[in-house]
């Protein structure tokens, strides 16, 4: 049984930061794909980071720079860490796997496993 628990959304001002993690359970990181998304309110969901068992990671092009995905050495947990905030990227964000059977999901679709959400506001 795979479950993920995100945490450490909060309210920040433009240019700060936060840590966003997801717990991992049930899961073997080695073996999965692991990624974040977040979702604006009126706005379909979209990848923010993906982090691939033989890729380098992958970030969407007005987040690279700025956001850095990583997990711990034993897969428990993974990370978004988010510099340099903008009011933009006010979501609710989520982690997501999906087993790594030699290739990782290009589309949110391929994504089977998702957490709850965790909130992120930013203000001007």
């Known amino acids: 049984q795979v479950q993920l628990v995100e945490s450490g959304g909060g309210s920040v001002q433009a240019g700060g930061s936060l840590r966003l993690s997801c717990v991992a359970s049930?899961?073997?990181?080695?073996?999965?794909?692991l990624a974040w998304f977040r979702q604006a309110p009126g706005k379909e969901r979209e990848e923010v980071a993906r982090?691939?068992?033989?890729?380098?990671?992958n970030y969407a092009a007005s987040m690279k720079g700025r956001f850095t995905i990583s997990k711990d050495g034993a897969g428990m947990m993974l990370y978004l860490q988010m510099n340099d905030l903008k009011p933009e990227d006010t979501a609710t964000y989520y982690c997501?796997?999906?087993?790594?059977?030699?290739?990782?999901?290009?589309?949110?679709?391929?994504?089977?496993?998702w957490g709850q959400g965790t909130q992120v506001t930013v203000s001007s």
């Open positions: 997501a796997a999906e087993e790594y059977l030699g290739y990782c999901p290009r589309t949110l679709g391929g994504y089977s496993v």
């Open positions: 049930g899961l073997a990181s080695s073996n999965y794909c």
């Open positions: 982090l691939d068992p033989i890729d380098k990671p």
